[in-house]
């Protein structure tokens, strides 16, 4: 940071960040970008979810929580452990 800040400061900026509801694009985005860790070595089955999922979150037919049961499957199956440590997984 390029200013001096407290400590304090500094929680009050992430509580507040934590706070904010997500949009369904950054949903997608970082869905797509944790998906891909896998592109390449999913099956077709899996590869097909994926796009079911995507389409079914933006029509409002499948929640956020299923698109991180999903990913974090994934990196369970195929021992993604950068994913798995990932707080973003953990928490959900």
């Known amino acids: 940071m390029k200013e001096n800040i407290s400590e304090a400061e500094i929680d009050d900026f992430i509580t507040a960040a934590l706070a904010i509801t997500p949009t369904s694009g950054s949903v997608i985005n970082t869905f797509d970008h944790m998906w891909g860790y896998f592109k390449k070595t999913a099956d077709e089955k ?14 409002g037919q499948t929640a956020q929580e299923d698109l991180l049961r999903f990913i ?11 994913l798995l440590n990932s707080s973003f997984l953990k928490k959900g």
């Open 72 to 82: 974090r499957s994934l990196a369970q199956k195929y021992d993604s452990t950068y």
């Open 46 to 59: 899996e590869k097909a979810q994926h796009t079911t999922f995507k389409s079914e979150y933006l029509q």
